[in-house]
Structure formats: structure tokens, C-alpha cells
């Protein structure tokens, strides 16, 4: 879509072009608008006049600084390779694995540094791929059932199962965009592009995977989905925008190989381990669209699972470590305590959609999409401004 919004900018209103998304998330929580046509974007809401402070507000603003150095636990119960992992309500979700663990749910509270198991997963398998969309897991495919869609909630702590993945497969990857699941290649179907809508409960086929390949590795920033490495292509770095259902293709992917693991912070992708590559941290900035190498992952792993929460990511198990829970914490500067000013609202019935500016000390903003249903304070978004990533943490309620 292309649209045209006015803004206001404290002095005057502009008028902005090329709005290329209007998004709801979790089907009318929040609503995001997306200006500009490059990274980094610009983010701008339906802006009305009238501006209020919000009292009370906390706020974090994190700051990606560096890269990080890797630390190791090695408690994760049923240790095995060859699985899945996602992330949701500051959890890590590591399911399935080889022979007897292939129905193992083991859940990792990033708080207290503790895991535990889950209810065991229906339809138990190996080489299976793994997403997350608000309080939902997804585990899809694998060798036991090649078109399994095994949904787990981890509010009530239950697997259901959803409708049948087309083009079904084993050693595919998984991401998630906004309320979407992503299943992308493998075994038999190496160029398939499967979306799931967590809303309607359907799958559909999105454009064909160029370098098509398996064995790889999928996460996302924004509105695109990288996919890298592979047992074919394995240089490869595709992206998928979900805006365009297109691909792109960039032959830079270093220490290319399989059976690795990926996720993301910020605006950064990390890609981590793999056949002959088993220490390697491979660190995608999506702005510059640059691969880096850093600090080398202790200890070595492939077929590995991996997830993010926050600025920490997590890669676990995987064969010669089945046990290890390896963290990489990305440092960050915070900013706290900023004014939270009102810039627009516009209701509908029991709703109301807002904008708000986060004013640091530095006079660094992030604008938080919110919604208001029956006077209750439903969510927040995560927004770029001025080549960062911003982060609310805690809402004004």
C-alpha cells in the first residue's frame, strides 16, 4: 500500500509519503505504521495536535554497543541435538531431539536461570523447526510427521495441533514476522516458503526460496526473514521481506555450512555454530548489510537450537555438548525514567489507538504504538529510530 499521513513535528505539520505497512499485531493490540523504503525506517503514527504528559512512565531504552562474549551452563535435562528452539514470556523453549527426548518441552526461565520440563510434545520428533508468536510456540515438521503444526501455549502450559504444514519436510528453519510463522526448505521441499497466520489458523505458499538448500538457519529483524547457510548454497544469505513476499540473494554468508542455529537482537542477526564451523559467531548488521566474525562460541556445538530474549541470545545443546546452555549477553547503554508525551489518539468505540514519544536525556525519542480496550492498556510495539533499536519495557497502567 502507499498512502499519505500529516505529521506533526512540534512546529508544523508535514505531510508524509510511501507508508508501505500499516500492521495490527496479535489482531487489533497495536498499530504500527512503517515510512521509508530503506533500513533504517522511519516509523510515524496518525498524529492529531493536542499533546499530554503520561504521568508515572518507566522506560528502558536499549542501545546495542558491542557484541558480547559467551558464557556456558550445562543443566539443560535431556540433552540431544538435531531440535528446535524459540522464545516467549522471557522463556526458552528447546523441543524435541533425537531417540527417547524426541518428545522432550524443555523450558528455560531466563530469570532465574533455571530450566525445567514442559508437557511432553505431541507428534515427538527430530530435525524439526521451531518459531514463536506472542505466547504461542510453534514446532513444525520433522521426520516423525513432515506436516505436524504443534502448537504450544505457554500461558496454560498445553500443546494443540493446528492444521497441516503444506510441503511437508524435515531440516527446515523457522521464523516468525508479526503474527506470521515462516517455515522455509528442506528436505524434499528445499525451496518451499510455507506462512502460517496464527490468526485464521491456515497455511499458505509464499514465492519459492532462491538457493534453495537445507539444513539451515532462520530469524528475523523487522519485516524480513534471513535464512542462511544450508547443506547446498551454503553461502547464502536469503531475505524474505513479508511486505513483498520477495527474495533477495547476497553471496556473503561466512564460514558457510549446516546444521546450524540463528536468532536475533535488535537490528542484528546471529548466526551461530554448524558442520566444520562448530565455534563460529557470524553477526549480520542488517543496516550496513555486512557479515562479521567475533568472539568465538564456548563450547562448540552443531544441529545446536537457538532463541533470543532481550539483549541475550541462547544456543543449546547440539552434538558434543547435548547439555550445554551457551548465552551471549550484548552489551547495551539504558536510558531511564523519560517523558512520555502523548502525540496522538484517535478512538473507535471501546478503542483507542495511540502514538507516544519516549524523550531521553539526550533528546533521543522512541515512538510506542498502544491500544486502549475498555480503559485497560492492552500492549506495546517496538519501534527503529535513528539507526537503533528501542525497546518499552514497562507500561503506564
Not at 59 to 79: C, D, F, L, N, R
Not at 121 to 142: Q, R, T
Request: proline share 3%; with cysteine.
Amino acid at each position: 500500500m502507499s498512502e499519505s499521513l500529516n505529521r506533526w513535528t512540534g512546529d508544523e505539520w508535514v505531510k508524509v509519503t510511501n507508508v508501505n505497512r500499516i500492521e495490527l499485531k496479535g489482531g487489533n493490540i497495536a498499530l504500527k505504521i512503517y515510512s521509508g523504503l530503506s533500513a533504517p525506517a522511519e516509523f510515524y503514527g496518525i498524529w492529531f495536535k493536542t499533546e499530554e504528559i503520561i504521568k508515572d512512565s518507566v522506560v528502558e531504552v536499549y542501545i546495542p554497543t558491542g557484541e558480547g562474549s559467551w558464557e556456558a551452563q550445562y543443566s539443560m535435562p535431556k540433552g540431544s541435538s538435531n531440535f528446535a528452539g524459540a522464545s516467549a514470556n522471557d522463556r526458552i523453549y528447546i523441543c524435541g531431539g533425537g531417540g527417547i527426548n524426541a518428545s522432550a518441552n524443555r523450558i528455560y526461565d531466563t530469570k532465574s536461570f533455571m530450566w525445567s520440563l514442559g508437557d511432553d510434545m505431541p507428534k515427538g520428533s527430530i530435525y524439526l523447526a521451531g518459531a514463536s508468536v506472542g505466547p504461542k510456540v510453534f514446532m513444525c515438521g520433522g521426520s516423525a510427521d513432515t506436516n505436524a503444526t504443534r502448537i504450544y501455549d505457554t500461558i496454560t502450559g498445553t500443546w494443540s495441533l493446528g492444521n497441516g504444514m503444506p510441503r511437508g519436510s524435515n531440516n527446515l528453519a523457522g521464523t516468525s514476522i508479526g503474527t506470521k510463522v515462516f517455515m522455509f526448505g528442506g528436505i524434499g521441499n528445499a525451496n518451499a516458503t510455507r506462512i502460517y497466520d496464527t490468526i485464521t489458523g491456515t497455511w499458505s505458499a509464499g514465492s519459492e526460496m532462491p538457493n534453495d538448500s537445507s539444513y539451515t538457519a532462520a530469524a528475523s529483524v523487522n519485516n524480513n526473514a534471513y535464512v542462511c547457510g544450508g547443506t547446498s548454497n551454503a553461502e547464502s544469505t536469503r531475505i524474505y521481506n513479508a511486505d513483498t513476499g520477495t527474495w533477495t540473494v547476497e553471496i556473503n554468508f561466512p564460514s558457510g555450512t549446516y546444521g546450524l542455529a540463528g536468532a536475533s537482537v535488535a537490528n542484528k542477526v546471529y548466526m551461530c555454530g554448524g558442520y566444520g564451523a562448530v565455534n563460529s559467531t557470524r553477526i549480520y548488521d542488517t543496516f550496513s548489510r555486512t557479515w562479521s566474525l567475533h568472539n568465538s562460541m564456548t563450547p562448540s556445538g552443531y544441529y545446536l537450537a537457538g532463541a533470543s530474549v532481550g539483549n541475550k541470545i541462547y544456543m543449546c545443546g547440539g552434538t558434543s555438548v547435548n547439555n550445554a546452555t551457551r548465552i551471549m549477553s550484548i552489551p547495551d547503554k539504558i536510558y531511564e525514567d523519560g517523558t512520555a508525551v502523548l502525540l496522538s489518539a484517535k478512538s473507535n468505540g471501546s478503542e483507542v489507538l495511540g502514538v507516544t514519544r519516549i524523550l531521553d536525556n539526550i533528546n533521543v525519542f522512541i515512538e510506542n504504538a498502544w491500544m486502549v480496550k475498555d480503559g485497560i492498556l492492552k500492549d506495546y510495539e517496538t519501534y527503529v529510530g535513528n539507526g537503533h533499536v528501542w525497546r518499552l519495557l514497562k507500561n503506564t497502567d
